[in-house]
């Protein structure tokens, strides 16, 4: 009986073993499902932030290009300058933060002492925006950009013009039916969802 008894609760102790073990490599096949949905989602969500990074960065240099020729308006277009700091993606950024930056922005101060006459209206704020990248101290170049902070500014820059945009208009509907309004009001939103989104998916 003994031998008998000692046998079963051998068994009994296996077959809990066994039970124990399915039950943690379930647990841990759930765990790593999970685990790469979330880092799916996660490299989704980063890969969307960079392509509106791209996209954003585009529509504030289109918006200053408009703003130099015929693009008129009482919008502070000067804000599209720390606008683009903050959300140019590092490629293009660390480019014109380098040797390329400098010899521009040298040429672009040679040129704008000793020949006024020869330096264009039109020049004078990617002048601007080209110093800033080349001078910015490393706080601005290197913490903030990549921060929350620096999209909060991006953010703020974008409902600022929007609504001075929509009230230089004379509303919102005339804003998307003026000429050039639908460009100009569409240029805008893109710099509106950009932050929006990167605010989003950095506090998901």
Known sequence: ???KKSGYLAMRSEQVTKDLINSDMQELAVAAKKLVNHGIKLGLMGFGTSILEWIASFAAIY???LDRTHWRTNILTGLLIPYIFFSLPSLIFNIFRGEIGRWIAFIAVVLRLFFPSRFPDWLEMPGALILLLVVAPSL???TLR???I???ICLVIACYLLQEHIRASGGFRNSFTRANGISNSVGIIILLVYPAWALITDFI
């Open 1 to 3: 009986m003994v031998g």
């Open 63 to 65: 918006l200053l290009v």
């Open 140 to 142: 601005f170049a290197s």
């Open 146 to 148: 990549g921060s929350w």
């Open 150 to 152: 620096g999209v909060a």
